[in-house]
């Protein structure tokens, strides 16, 4: 049976027309979602965090369908189907990584916030420096997660429609973001919510349904699915792919620095903690938390079988060589297994995965931009009418399109879980040490603030740009060229502590003593919710 499966995959026919078919229909039903959420977007709560109307398991669904993005699924499938063992190590990262976010974050954020993590970050410190710095963080971290979506959403639908050059693709990227753009605009968060649950449930259900399958074929034994898999592996790897080193062993630096920038990371990601402000109470966060939680392991628990079981059917060469790379190991088992249906249906989710995840991405950089650097930094917290603010951010979400866009045709081919895992790295050094201050150190200043901010932004960008992610590589981002000078793919080792303690630095140095009533009210609202936006009785 396995022996009649691992024919090449061009002998199981694609089917273009099936395939825009299925498309159609997903984007057809979610724009109708969007569209009866619409109705309700009334003010700037309505249209930044959903009116705050969302249960606790509403918002897990939600949380697990904006953080299973297109590298959660495509991304990783292919990176344990080529690199085995060390591809399954974003699937642990990711998912450990949202301890963090439970124990540490995501009850203090619910309470202390309102729209954005700027709301945290400022509350007891100077209003406009830190904002500012904070809505430039979230702009960065959101655009280095739009652009691999963007390249997932390149790859995914050149290999259903067949089409290998970059110029199809790059009109399919266009594509993606003006639907992003229409999501947002109309939508807001309550649309985006609803389309991010949708997408969850048919995400997990279908990796879920195809891992049984993937079982099945092999005796539900897993050692014999790995034995396959080791059958079938590129040349020259064999069991190298059941044993960590295949992509980290000959820079184990550059896995410790992965690893960091993965756990430490989901509790830094903006459009994250922005979804903590869509329940009205922070018992409700951390019970979105928990939910997040299981329904995110049990997809990262397919996952393995997923690669592994790609590797297997597929072939490590054959997903290489096909028109998305290694981002096409999901949908081409999904043809193996079930033909040109099942593999319409696997991408139609996928499909529908990248444009949840990037409306969300869109609505929170939006939001940052509207609300911290607009309405807080140039008109000074004087905006009289709400309206003019959601009216900026939707402009704000046509800017954000076309620079989406821009960013997917010139990342076209990377791995896009490595592009998130870059995004991640920002995150934790930008973003994470500035709320660990903010929450727990009562000394922390306003020049900490920016200092952590800034530093570890402008650290993990300048590492990133002198990394072979950029040049000196054969999978460079720039081919030909060669001004890699730090040897790392991954900045996390340097610029995530540099971010801590350029924090502690600033704040011991500032002789600006912040307001101590401020600070002992944050206390208070962090760990009981008294005063919180929208709080009640829990």
């Known amino acids: 049976m396995i022996d009649v499966l691992t024919q090449a995959t061009t002998e199981v026919e694609n089917n273009p027309v099936l395939n825009i078919t299925i498309f159609a229909a997903f984007v057809a039903v979610t724009l109708f979602i969007v569209l009866r959420a619409s109705r309700n977007n009334k003010t700037a709560s309505d249209y930044y965090a959903g009116g705050r109307s969302f249960s606790g398991p509403q918002n897990g669904f939600a949380i697990s369908g904006d953080y299973l993005s297109a590298a959660s699924f495509l991304g990783i499938c292919g990176a344990i189907a080529v690199n085995g063992y060390d591809g399954f190590l974003y699937s642990i990262g990711f998912l450990v990584a949202w301890l963090v976010a439970l124990l540490l974050v995501a009850e203090l954020m619910r309470n202390t916030g309102k729209f954005t993590m700027a709301d945290v970050l400022s509350f007891r410190l100077r209003q406009r ?20 979506q963007m390249a997932g959403a390149g790859g995914l639908v050149s290999l ?129 938390v928990v939910w997040a939680i299981w329904l995110i392991g049990a997809f990262y628990l397919f996952t393995l079988v ?79 009418d709400p309206d003019a603010e959601v009216k900026i951010a939707r402009r704000t979400v ?25 995004a991640f790295a920002v995150a934790a050094s930008a973003n994470l040490p500035t709320i660990i201050y903010s929450l727990f150190w009562r000394r922390f200043t306003t020049r900490g603030a920016v200092w952590s901010i800034y530093g570890g932004l402008g650290s993990a960008i300048l590492l990133i740009a002198f990394s072979p ?42 002789r600006t003593v912040e307001s101590p009533e401020l600070a002992a009210e944050m206390d208070v609202r962090a760990h009981t919710g008294f005063g919180a936006e929208a709080a009640v009785e829990h």
């Open 129 to 148: 420096p830190v904002r500012m710095a904070a809505a430039i963080s979230t702009l960065a971290v959101c655009f280095f997660y739009l652009l691999a």
């Open 160 to 288: 259903l429609m067949g089409i290998d050059g970059k110029v199809g693709q790059s009109l399919v990227i266009a594509v993606v973001g003006a639907l992003m753009i229409l999501y947002v605009l109309v939508g807001g968060m309550k649309g985006t919510t609803w389309v991010q649950i949708v997408k969850a449930i048919l995400l997990i259900a279908g990796a879920g349904a195809m891992t049984i399958w993937v079982l099945a074929l092999n005796g539900f034994n897993l050692s014999t699915l790995l034995a396959n898999a080791v059958d079938n592996a590129a040349e020259g790897v064999g069991e190298g792919i059941l044993n960590p080193g295949l992509q980290y062993g000959a820079n184990p630096l550059d896995f410790i620095s992965l690893a960091l920038a993965l756990v430490l990371g989901t509790a830094g990601l903006p459009h994250v903690l922005m979804r903590f402000y869509t329940v009205p109470t922070a018992k409700e966060a951390r019970r979105s």
């Open 306 to 384: 997923l690669g592994y079981g790609a590797a297997a059917l597929v072939g490590a060469d054959a997903i290489k060589n096909a028109p998305g790379g290694v981002n096409s190991a999901a949908p081409l088992l999904a043809l193996q297994l079930g033909g040109p249906l099942l593999m319409g249906f696997i991408s139609a989710v996928a499909f529908a995965t990248i444009l949840a995840v990037v409306a969300g991405l869109a609505i929170t950089a939006a939001a940052s931009f509207a609300h911290d650097i607009y309405a807080s930094v140039i008109k000074k917290g004087k905006v009289e």
């Open 398 to 422: 046509v800017v954000i399109g076309a620079v989406a866009i821009l960013g997917g045709i010139g990342v076209q081919g990377q791995n896009i879980a490595f592009l998130v895992a870059l």
């Open 469 to 510: 992610v950029v040049s000196g590589s054969e999978t460079a981002m720039i081919p030909g060229a060669d001004f890699a000078i730090f040897p790392l793919s991954n900045p996390g080792i340097i610029s995530i502590p540099l971010g801590f303690i350029l924090g502690w630095l600033g704040s011991i140095t500032d």
